[in-house]
Structure formats: structure tokens, C-alpha cells
């Protein structure tokens, strides 16, 4: 079995340094799929999404203006800010590359809805 070094950059600006197994560096992060239930942290918001930073994720994670929640609102910011921990569940993935950059290879869609 071979093992590979991984340098982790902590808090205090200083380095640790781990070995662990390549099988248990891939079975450590499982895929987001339909239905799962995740918890983030809004990094950005736009006129029509929200951004949603989400541990293990292996796309982008957005929530679409009409899946914010069930009440009425006119700005987005009336319901959510930017380091608001939300909770939200996985509606769809979508990982293609068409009409996105080559930089975002796929897109993570979330609901908060009904939390």
C-alpha cells in the first residue's frame, strides 16, 4: 500500500504534516447526491443565487432565488447574509460543462426551503 504526505496549512501559519493510505484519502470524502442533507456557509450572494461553501463538495453549491424560502421577499439579503450557516438539501447536480467556464466543470443545486 503506498502513502502520500499531505501538508495542511493551520491557523497559526505553521505547517503539519500527516501520512495517510491513498484508499483512505479516497473513501474519506463521499459524493453529494440527490437528497442529502448538507450544512454550509453563504460565501457570496447575487442578484439570483446564493453561494454556498459546503465541506466536501465537489462542485460549486448554489441556491437559486426560488428555492430560498417559501415566504416573500424582494432582496435576497433580507433572508440571508454573506457567514450565515444555512441548511439546505441537494435538488440537483449538474456536471457538464455546457454554457459554464472551464473553470467550473459543475454545479451543486440546494434548497433551503424547507428549513
Do not use: W
Request: proline letters at 2%; glycine letters at 6%.
Amino acid at each position: 500500500m503506498y502513502n502520500i504526505n499531505i501538508v495542511c496549512i493551520v491557523s497559526t501559519g505553521g505547517l503539519e504534516v500527516m501520512t495517510t493510505s491513498f484508499e483512505e484519502l479516497l473513501n474519506s470524502s463521499e459524493m453529494l447526491k440527490k437528497g442529502d442533507k448538507v450544512t454550509g456557509t453563504v460565501s457570496k450572494i447575487d442578484n439570483d443565487k446564493v453561494y454556498v461553501d459546503v465541506a466536501g463538495a465537489q462542485y460549486d453549491c448554489v441556491i437559486l432565488r426560488n428555492q430560498i424560502t417559501r415566504k416573500p421577499f424582494e432582496n435576497i439579503e433580507e433572508v440571508l447574509s454573506v457567514g450565515d450557516e444555512v441548511e439546505a438539501q441537494v435538488t440537483g447536480i449538474r456536471a457538464d460543462r455546457e454554457k459554464r467556464s472551464e473553470d467550473v466543470p459543475g454545479v451543486i443545486y440546494l434548497s433551503h426551503k424547507n428549513f
